[in-house]
C-alpha cells in the first residue's frame, strides 16, 4: 500500500530572497509538502512507525525555514526536502513546494513560488557522489 502525507498551506516567516531587503525585513512564505512513505501492507494495525506525525514535519519546516536564509526558493526547498529525508525514516519521496505574496517585482501577481521533488534514492546517489575519489573509474553524473 502506498501512502502520502499531505500539509497545505503552512506558514512560516523568513528572510529569504534575493535582495537585501528581502533577508533584512523578512516576509511569509507558504509551504505544501507531500511526502510519500516506504509501502507498507496495511495501516489497520494503528502503528506510527509505518507513518509520520503530520505535526512533527511542520515544525521541521517551519524551523528551518526561520533558521536559515536563502537566496533562492530553490535552496530553501531543498533543504527543506534533504532535512525532511533526514529526519523522517518512513519518507521515501518528498515534494515540496513554497510560495512567498510579496515578490519584489514590478507586476501585480498573487505569488510567485517553485514546486521540487527529492527522493531517497536520490540522496543515495549525491551520497556516492560526494565520496567520489578523483581518478576512480566510478562516474555519478546527473541526468
Do not use: N, W
Amino acid at each position: 500500500m502506498l501512502t502520502t502525507i499531505q500539509i497545505a498551506g503552512l506558514q512560516a516567516y523568513g528572510y529569504h530572497g534575493l535582495f537585501a531587503e528581502e533577508r533584512s525585513l523578512g516576509q511569509k512564505f507558504v509551504f505544501d509538502i507531500e511526502a510519500e512513505l516506504r509501502p507498507v501492507e496495511t495501516h489497520r494495525d494503528d502503528r506510527l512507525d509505518s507513518s509520520v506525525r503530520y505535526d512533527a514535519v511542520a515544525d521541521t519546516v517551519v524551523q528551518l525555514a526561520g533558521a536559515a536564509q536563502y537566496q533562492t526558493l530553490e535552496a530553501l526547498a531543498e533543504a527543506v526536502a534533504l532535512a525532511l529525508l533526514g529526519q523522517f525514516a518512513a519518507i521515501e519521496t518528498v515534494s515540496v513546494a513554497v510560495s512567498k505574496f510579496s515578490p519584489p517585482v514590478a507586476h501585480t501577481l498573487s505569488k510567485a513560488g517553485i514546486a521540487m521533488r527529492l527522493t531517497r534514492a536520490e540522496l543515495t546517489m549525491r551520497a556516492l557522489a560526494d565520496q567520489h575519489v578523483e581518478g576512480s573509474p566510478c562516474h555519478v553524473q546527473d541526468r
